[in-house]
């Protein structure tokens, strides 16, 4: 076997796993929050919590706050994941998106400066981010039960396993050894720079809030189901601190 088919077909069985697993999940019940694991989230949640105001929020809040330093680091990070969105963007069958991410991906990187400069929306293209847990929504696939994972934060079932899965079918992982990882350490900045630009919301909820866990939770998945086309009616709201599993 070839050395390319190997990650070939390694990627294609994580994804026909994921598919599985995430298949057995609880179905989606519109307007309601599938905590079932609330009391080990929170300690997540806690712990996230002092990593981002012992570490984290300091390093991007001194190193990016958010100017253009943090601008840039960001727009080349978000280039690099381009490749991946396109991969997603096949999978889904959205074949135009695909077409839109291929340009995207090129004017940047060519008149962008590697990535470092977002000329494709200056030019007026579309963007189009996607990752596989939206691929395994597109393939019916229900959210789950909600998670806060450790370091990364806010997630679901469903949106982990398309997170696992995305790594593998990154094209930017056929790269050489040396290349491969200074595209995760620019990907780790941009993630930086993000919570540096985006330090005002950000503290809110984490800082602010009467219950920061409940916030986020609910900010995350209200977020989450919008960009996948989940739009909730007036009927279907969720008070964040309500206990979904009180009788």
């Known amino acids: 076997m070839s050395q390319t088919a190997r990650p ?12 599985c697993l995430a298949g057995c999940a609880t179905p989606d019940i519109p307007g309601t929050m599938n905590d079932p694991i609330e009391p080990f989230n929170r300690q997540v949640h806690a712990f996230n919590r002092a990593i981002d105001q012992n570490a984290l929020r300091p390093i991007a809040v001194s190193t990016t706050g958010g100017g253009e330093l943090g601008a840039r680091v960001s727009d080349f990070a978000e280039n690099l994941g381009k490749p991946a969105d396109i991969v997603n963007n096949i999978l889904q069958l959205r074949l135009i998106k695909a077409t839109e991410n291929t340009l995207r991906f090129g004017m940047n990187t060519v008149f962008g400066l590697g990535g470092l400069y977002d000329v494709a929306s200056a030019a007026g293209m579309p963007e189009n981010d996607t990752d596989f847990g939206e691929t395994l929504h597109v393939w019916g696939i229900p959210e789950g039960a909600y998670l806060e994972l450790p370091f990364i934060g806010p997630s679901t079932e469903r949106d982990f396993v398309g997170a696992i ?26 993630r930086i720079a993000d919570r540096g630009r985006y330090s005002d919301l950000i503290d809110s909820t984490l800082y602010e809030s009467a219950d920061s866990y409940a916030q986020a939770r609910l900010l995350y998945l209200q977020n989450r189901r919008f960009e996948l086309g989940q739009s909730a009616s007036e009927d279907s709201f969720v008070d964040p601190y309500e206990d979904p599993y009180a009788e």
């Open 165 to 190: 899965v995305d790594i593998v079918i990154d094209p930017l992982n056929q790269l050489p050894r040396d290349e491969r990882l200074a595209a995760t350490a620019a990907k780790v900045a941009g």
């Open 8 to 19: 070939l077909r390694s990627a294609l069985a994580l994804c026909l796993m994921g598919a």
